[in-house]
């Protein structure tokens, strides 16, 4: 079974800065999806990136990048520019092709300091 | 963009009553749903997979029973629980895909059920 874990509980940025998420990812698979969700505290599951195994690019969407190192199993999430409406807790998951249920990392809250 | 509507967005029941919560997908035909229950400060886990016309497909360790998923429809998915106890209390969040497997999930807004 595949497994997701993320290492940092808990991450604060100032206002402005870049911060990075950690992820690593346990699969025998070659082919899946990754993620990065955002829950805020409306519970909300907002998708904020997402990348294919098959892709040697990494993802992009604005001030959201990632760091997919495919053979070290690790997905970090980079947060440029940061901003307050950033605060959230943020899940890494883990989606193999042809599958659609997600597996989800612990979680990492991030707070942003004005 | 597609919406996942889920309702109530809180229920409080009494310990040994039945609680229904339902997951609409309200512009899009959802094959599949997915039930995931959500305690204070952790993670998300995955509880059932619903396939609309057919049985639900559950986790190991998640009671049948207990947590009873119909997905009558192609837009409704409804997941009941039972006989409620306190330990039950948690957030029930659910979420839809389109057909297809390259289709984004789509998350509802959750529902928080305390059992008193």
């Known amino acids: 079974a595949q497994t997701v874990t993320q290492s940092q509980p808990e991450m604060s940025v100032q206002e402005a800065e870049t911060v990075t998420l950690s992820c690593t990812y346990d699969t025998s698979e070659s082919d899946y999806y990754l993620f990065w969700y955002k829950q805020p505290p409306s519970r909300q599951m907002i998708l904020v990136i997402r990348q294919e195994a098959y892709k040697q690019q990494n993802a992009t969407e604005n001030r959201f990048s990632v760091n997919f190192q495919k053979a070290a199993k690790s997905f970090s999430l980079k947060i440029s520019d940061s901003q307050l409406g950033d605060a959230a807790m943020y899940f890494c998951?883990?989606?193999?092709?042809?599958?659609?249920?997600?597996?989800f990392g612990q979680g990492t809250r991030l707070t942003i300091n004005p | 963009g597609a919406v996942v509507s889920q309702h109530p967005s809180w229920v409080i029941c009494k310990s040994g009553t039945s609680v229904k919560i339902e997951c609409r997908s309200l512009?899009?035909?959802?094959?599949?749903m997915f039930w995931y229950r959500q305690f204070p400060k952790q993670s998300l886990m995955l509880m059932a997979t619903s396939n609309e016309g057919s049985k639900a497909t559950y986790e190991q360790g998640v009671e049948k029973d207990k947590f009873l998923i119909n997905h009558a429809s192609l837009t409704l998915s409804t997941l009941t629980v039972t006989s409620a106890h306190p330990e039950d209390s948690s957030f029930y969040i659910c979420?839809?895909?389109?057909?297809?497997?390259?289709?984004?999930?789509?998350f509802g807004n959750g529902t928080r059920l305390t059992v008193t």
């Open positions: 979420s839809a895909s389109e057909r297809g497997f390259e289709s984004p999930l789509h």
């Open positions: 998951a883990y989606r193999s092709a042809g599958a659609q249920k997600l597996v």
């Open positions: 512009d899009f035909q959802a094959t599949t």
